[in-house]
């Protein structure tokens, strides 16, 4: 416990990917929630890790369909801004709103801890903002 308290970047959840029936854990993809990242680990032989950090979280969602519901499962959809995960989904776990609640806790406070703002997120080549400041008004 002393040691979490020092790790800056501690696990605060982990969850596993369920096969869609009955919610049984037969597959190799965990996700894995930090203070400072979440972090998509999947594969039995060849395994692949790709991480996503909390302060590029732009948008989550939740979804649940109606086996999801009857197996007490869920779907996270997070879209960040990031190169090569700009979404990623997490589908069928078990706790899912809990998951995602706390994914959205850990995001505002590592953009607080980053002293970020979602207006730095903002595109400025945005289409509806090209023709601001034109004469055609």
């Known amino acids: 416990m002393e040691e979490e308290k020092r790790n800056d970047n501690a696990l605060v959840m982990k969850e596993r990917k369920r096969w869609g029936f009955f919610g049984i854990p037969w597959t190799f993809t965990k996700y894995y929630l930090y203070m400072k990242k979440l972090v998509i680990e999947q594969g039995l032989f ?3 890790e790709n991480e996503v ?3 590029r979280v732009v948008d989550i969602s939740y979804s649940r369909g109606f086996f999801q519901k009857i197996f007490g499962m869920g779907t996270i ?3 960040a801004h990031d190169k090569t995960n700009p979404v990623v989904v997490l589908k069928n776990i078990k706790h899912s709103r809990e998951f995602k609640e706390a994914i959205s806790e850990w995001v505002e406070k590592d953009r607080i801890r980053m002293k970020m703002r979602q207006s730095e ?3 400025a080549g945005h289409p ?3 023709d601001y400041g034109s004469d055609d008004f």
């Open 46 to 48: 060849r395994t692949v």
């Open 77 to 79: 959809t997070v879209h």
């Open 121 to 123: 997120f903002v595109d």
């Open 128 to 130: 509806d903002l090209e």
């Open 53 to 55: 950090l909390l302060y």
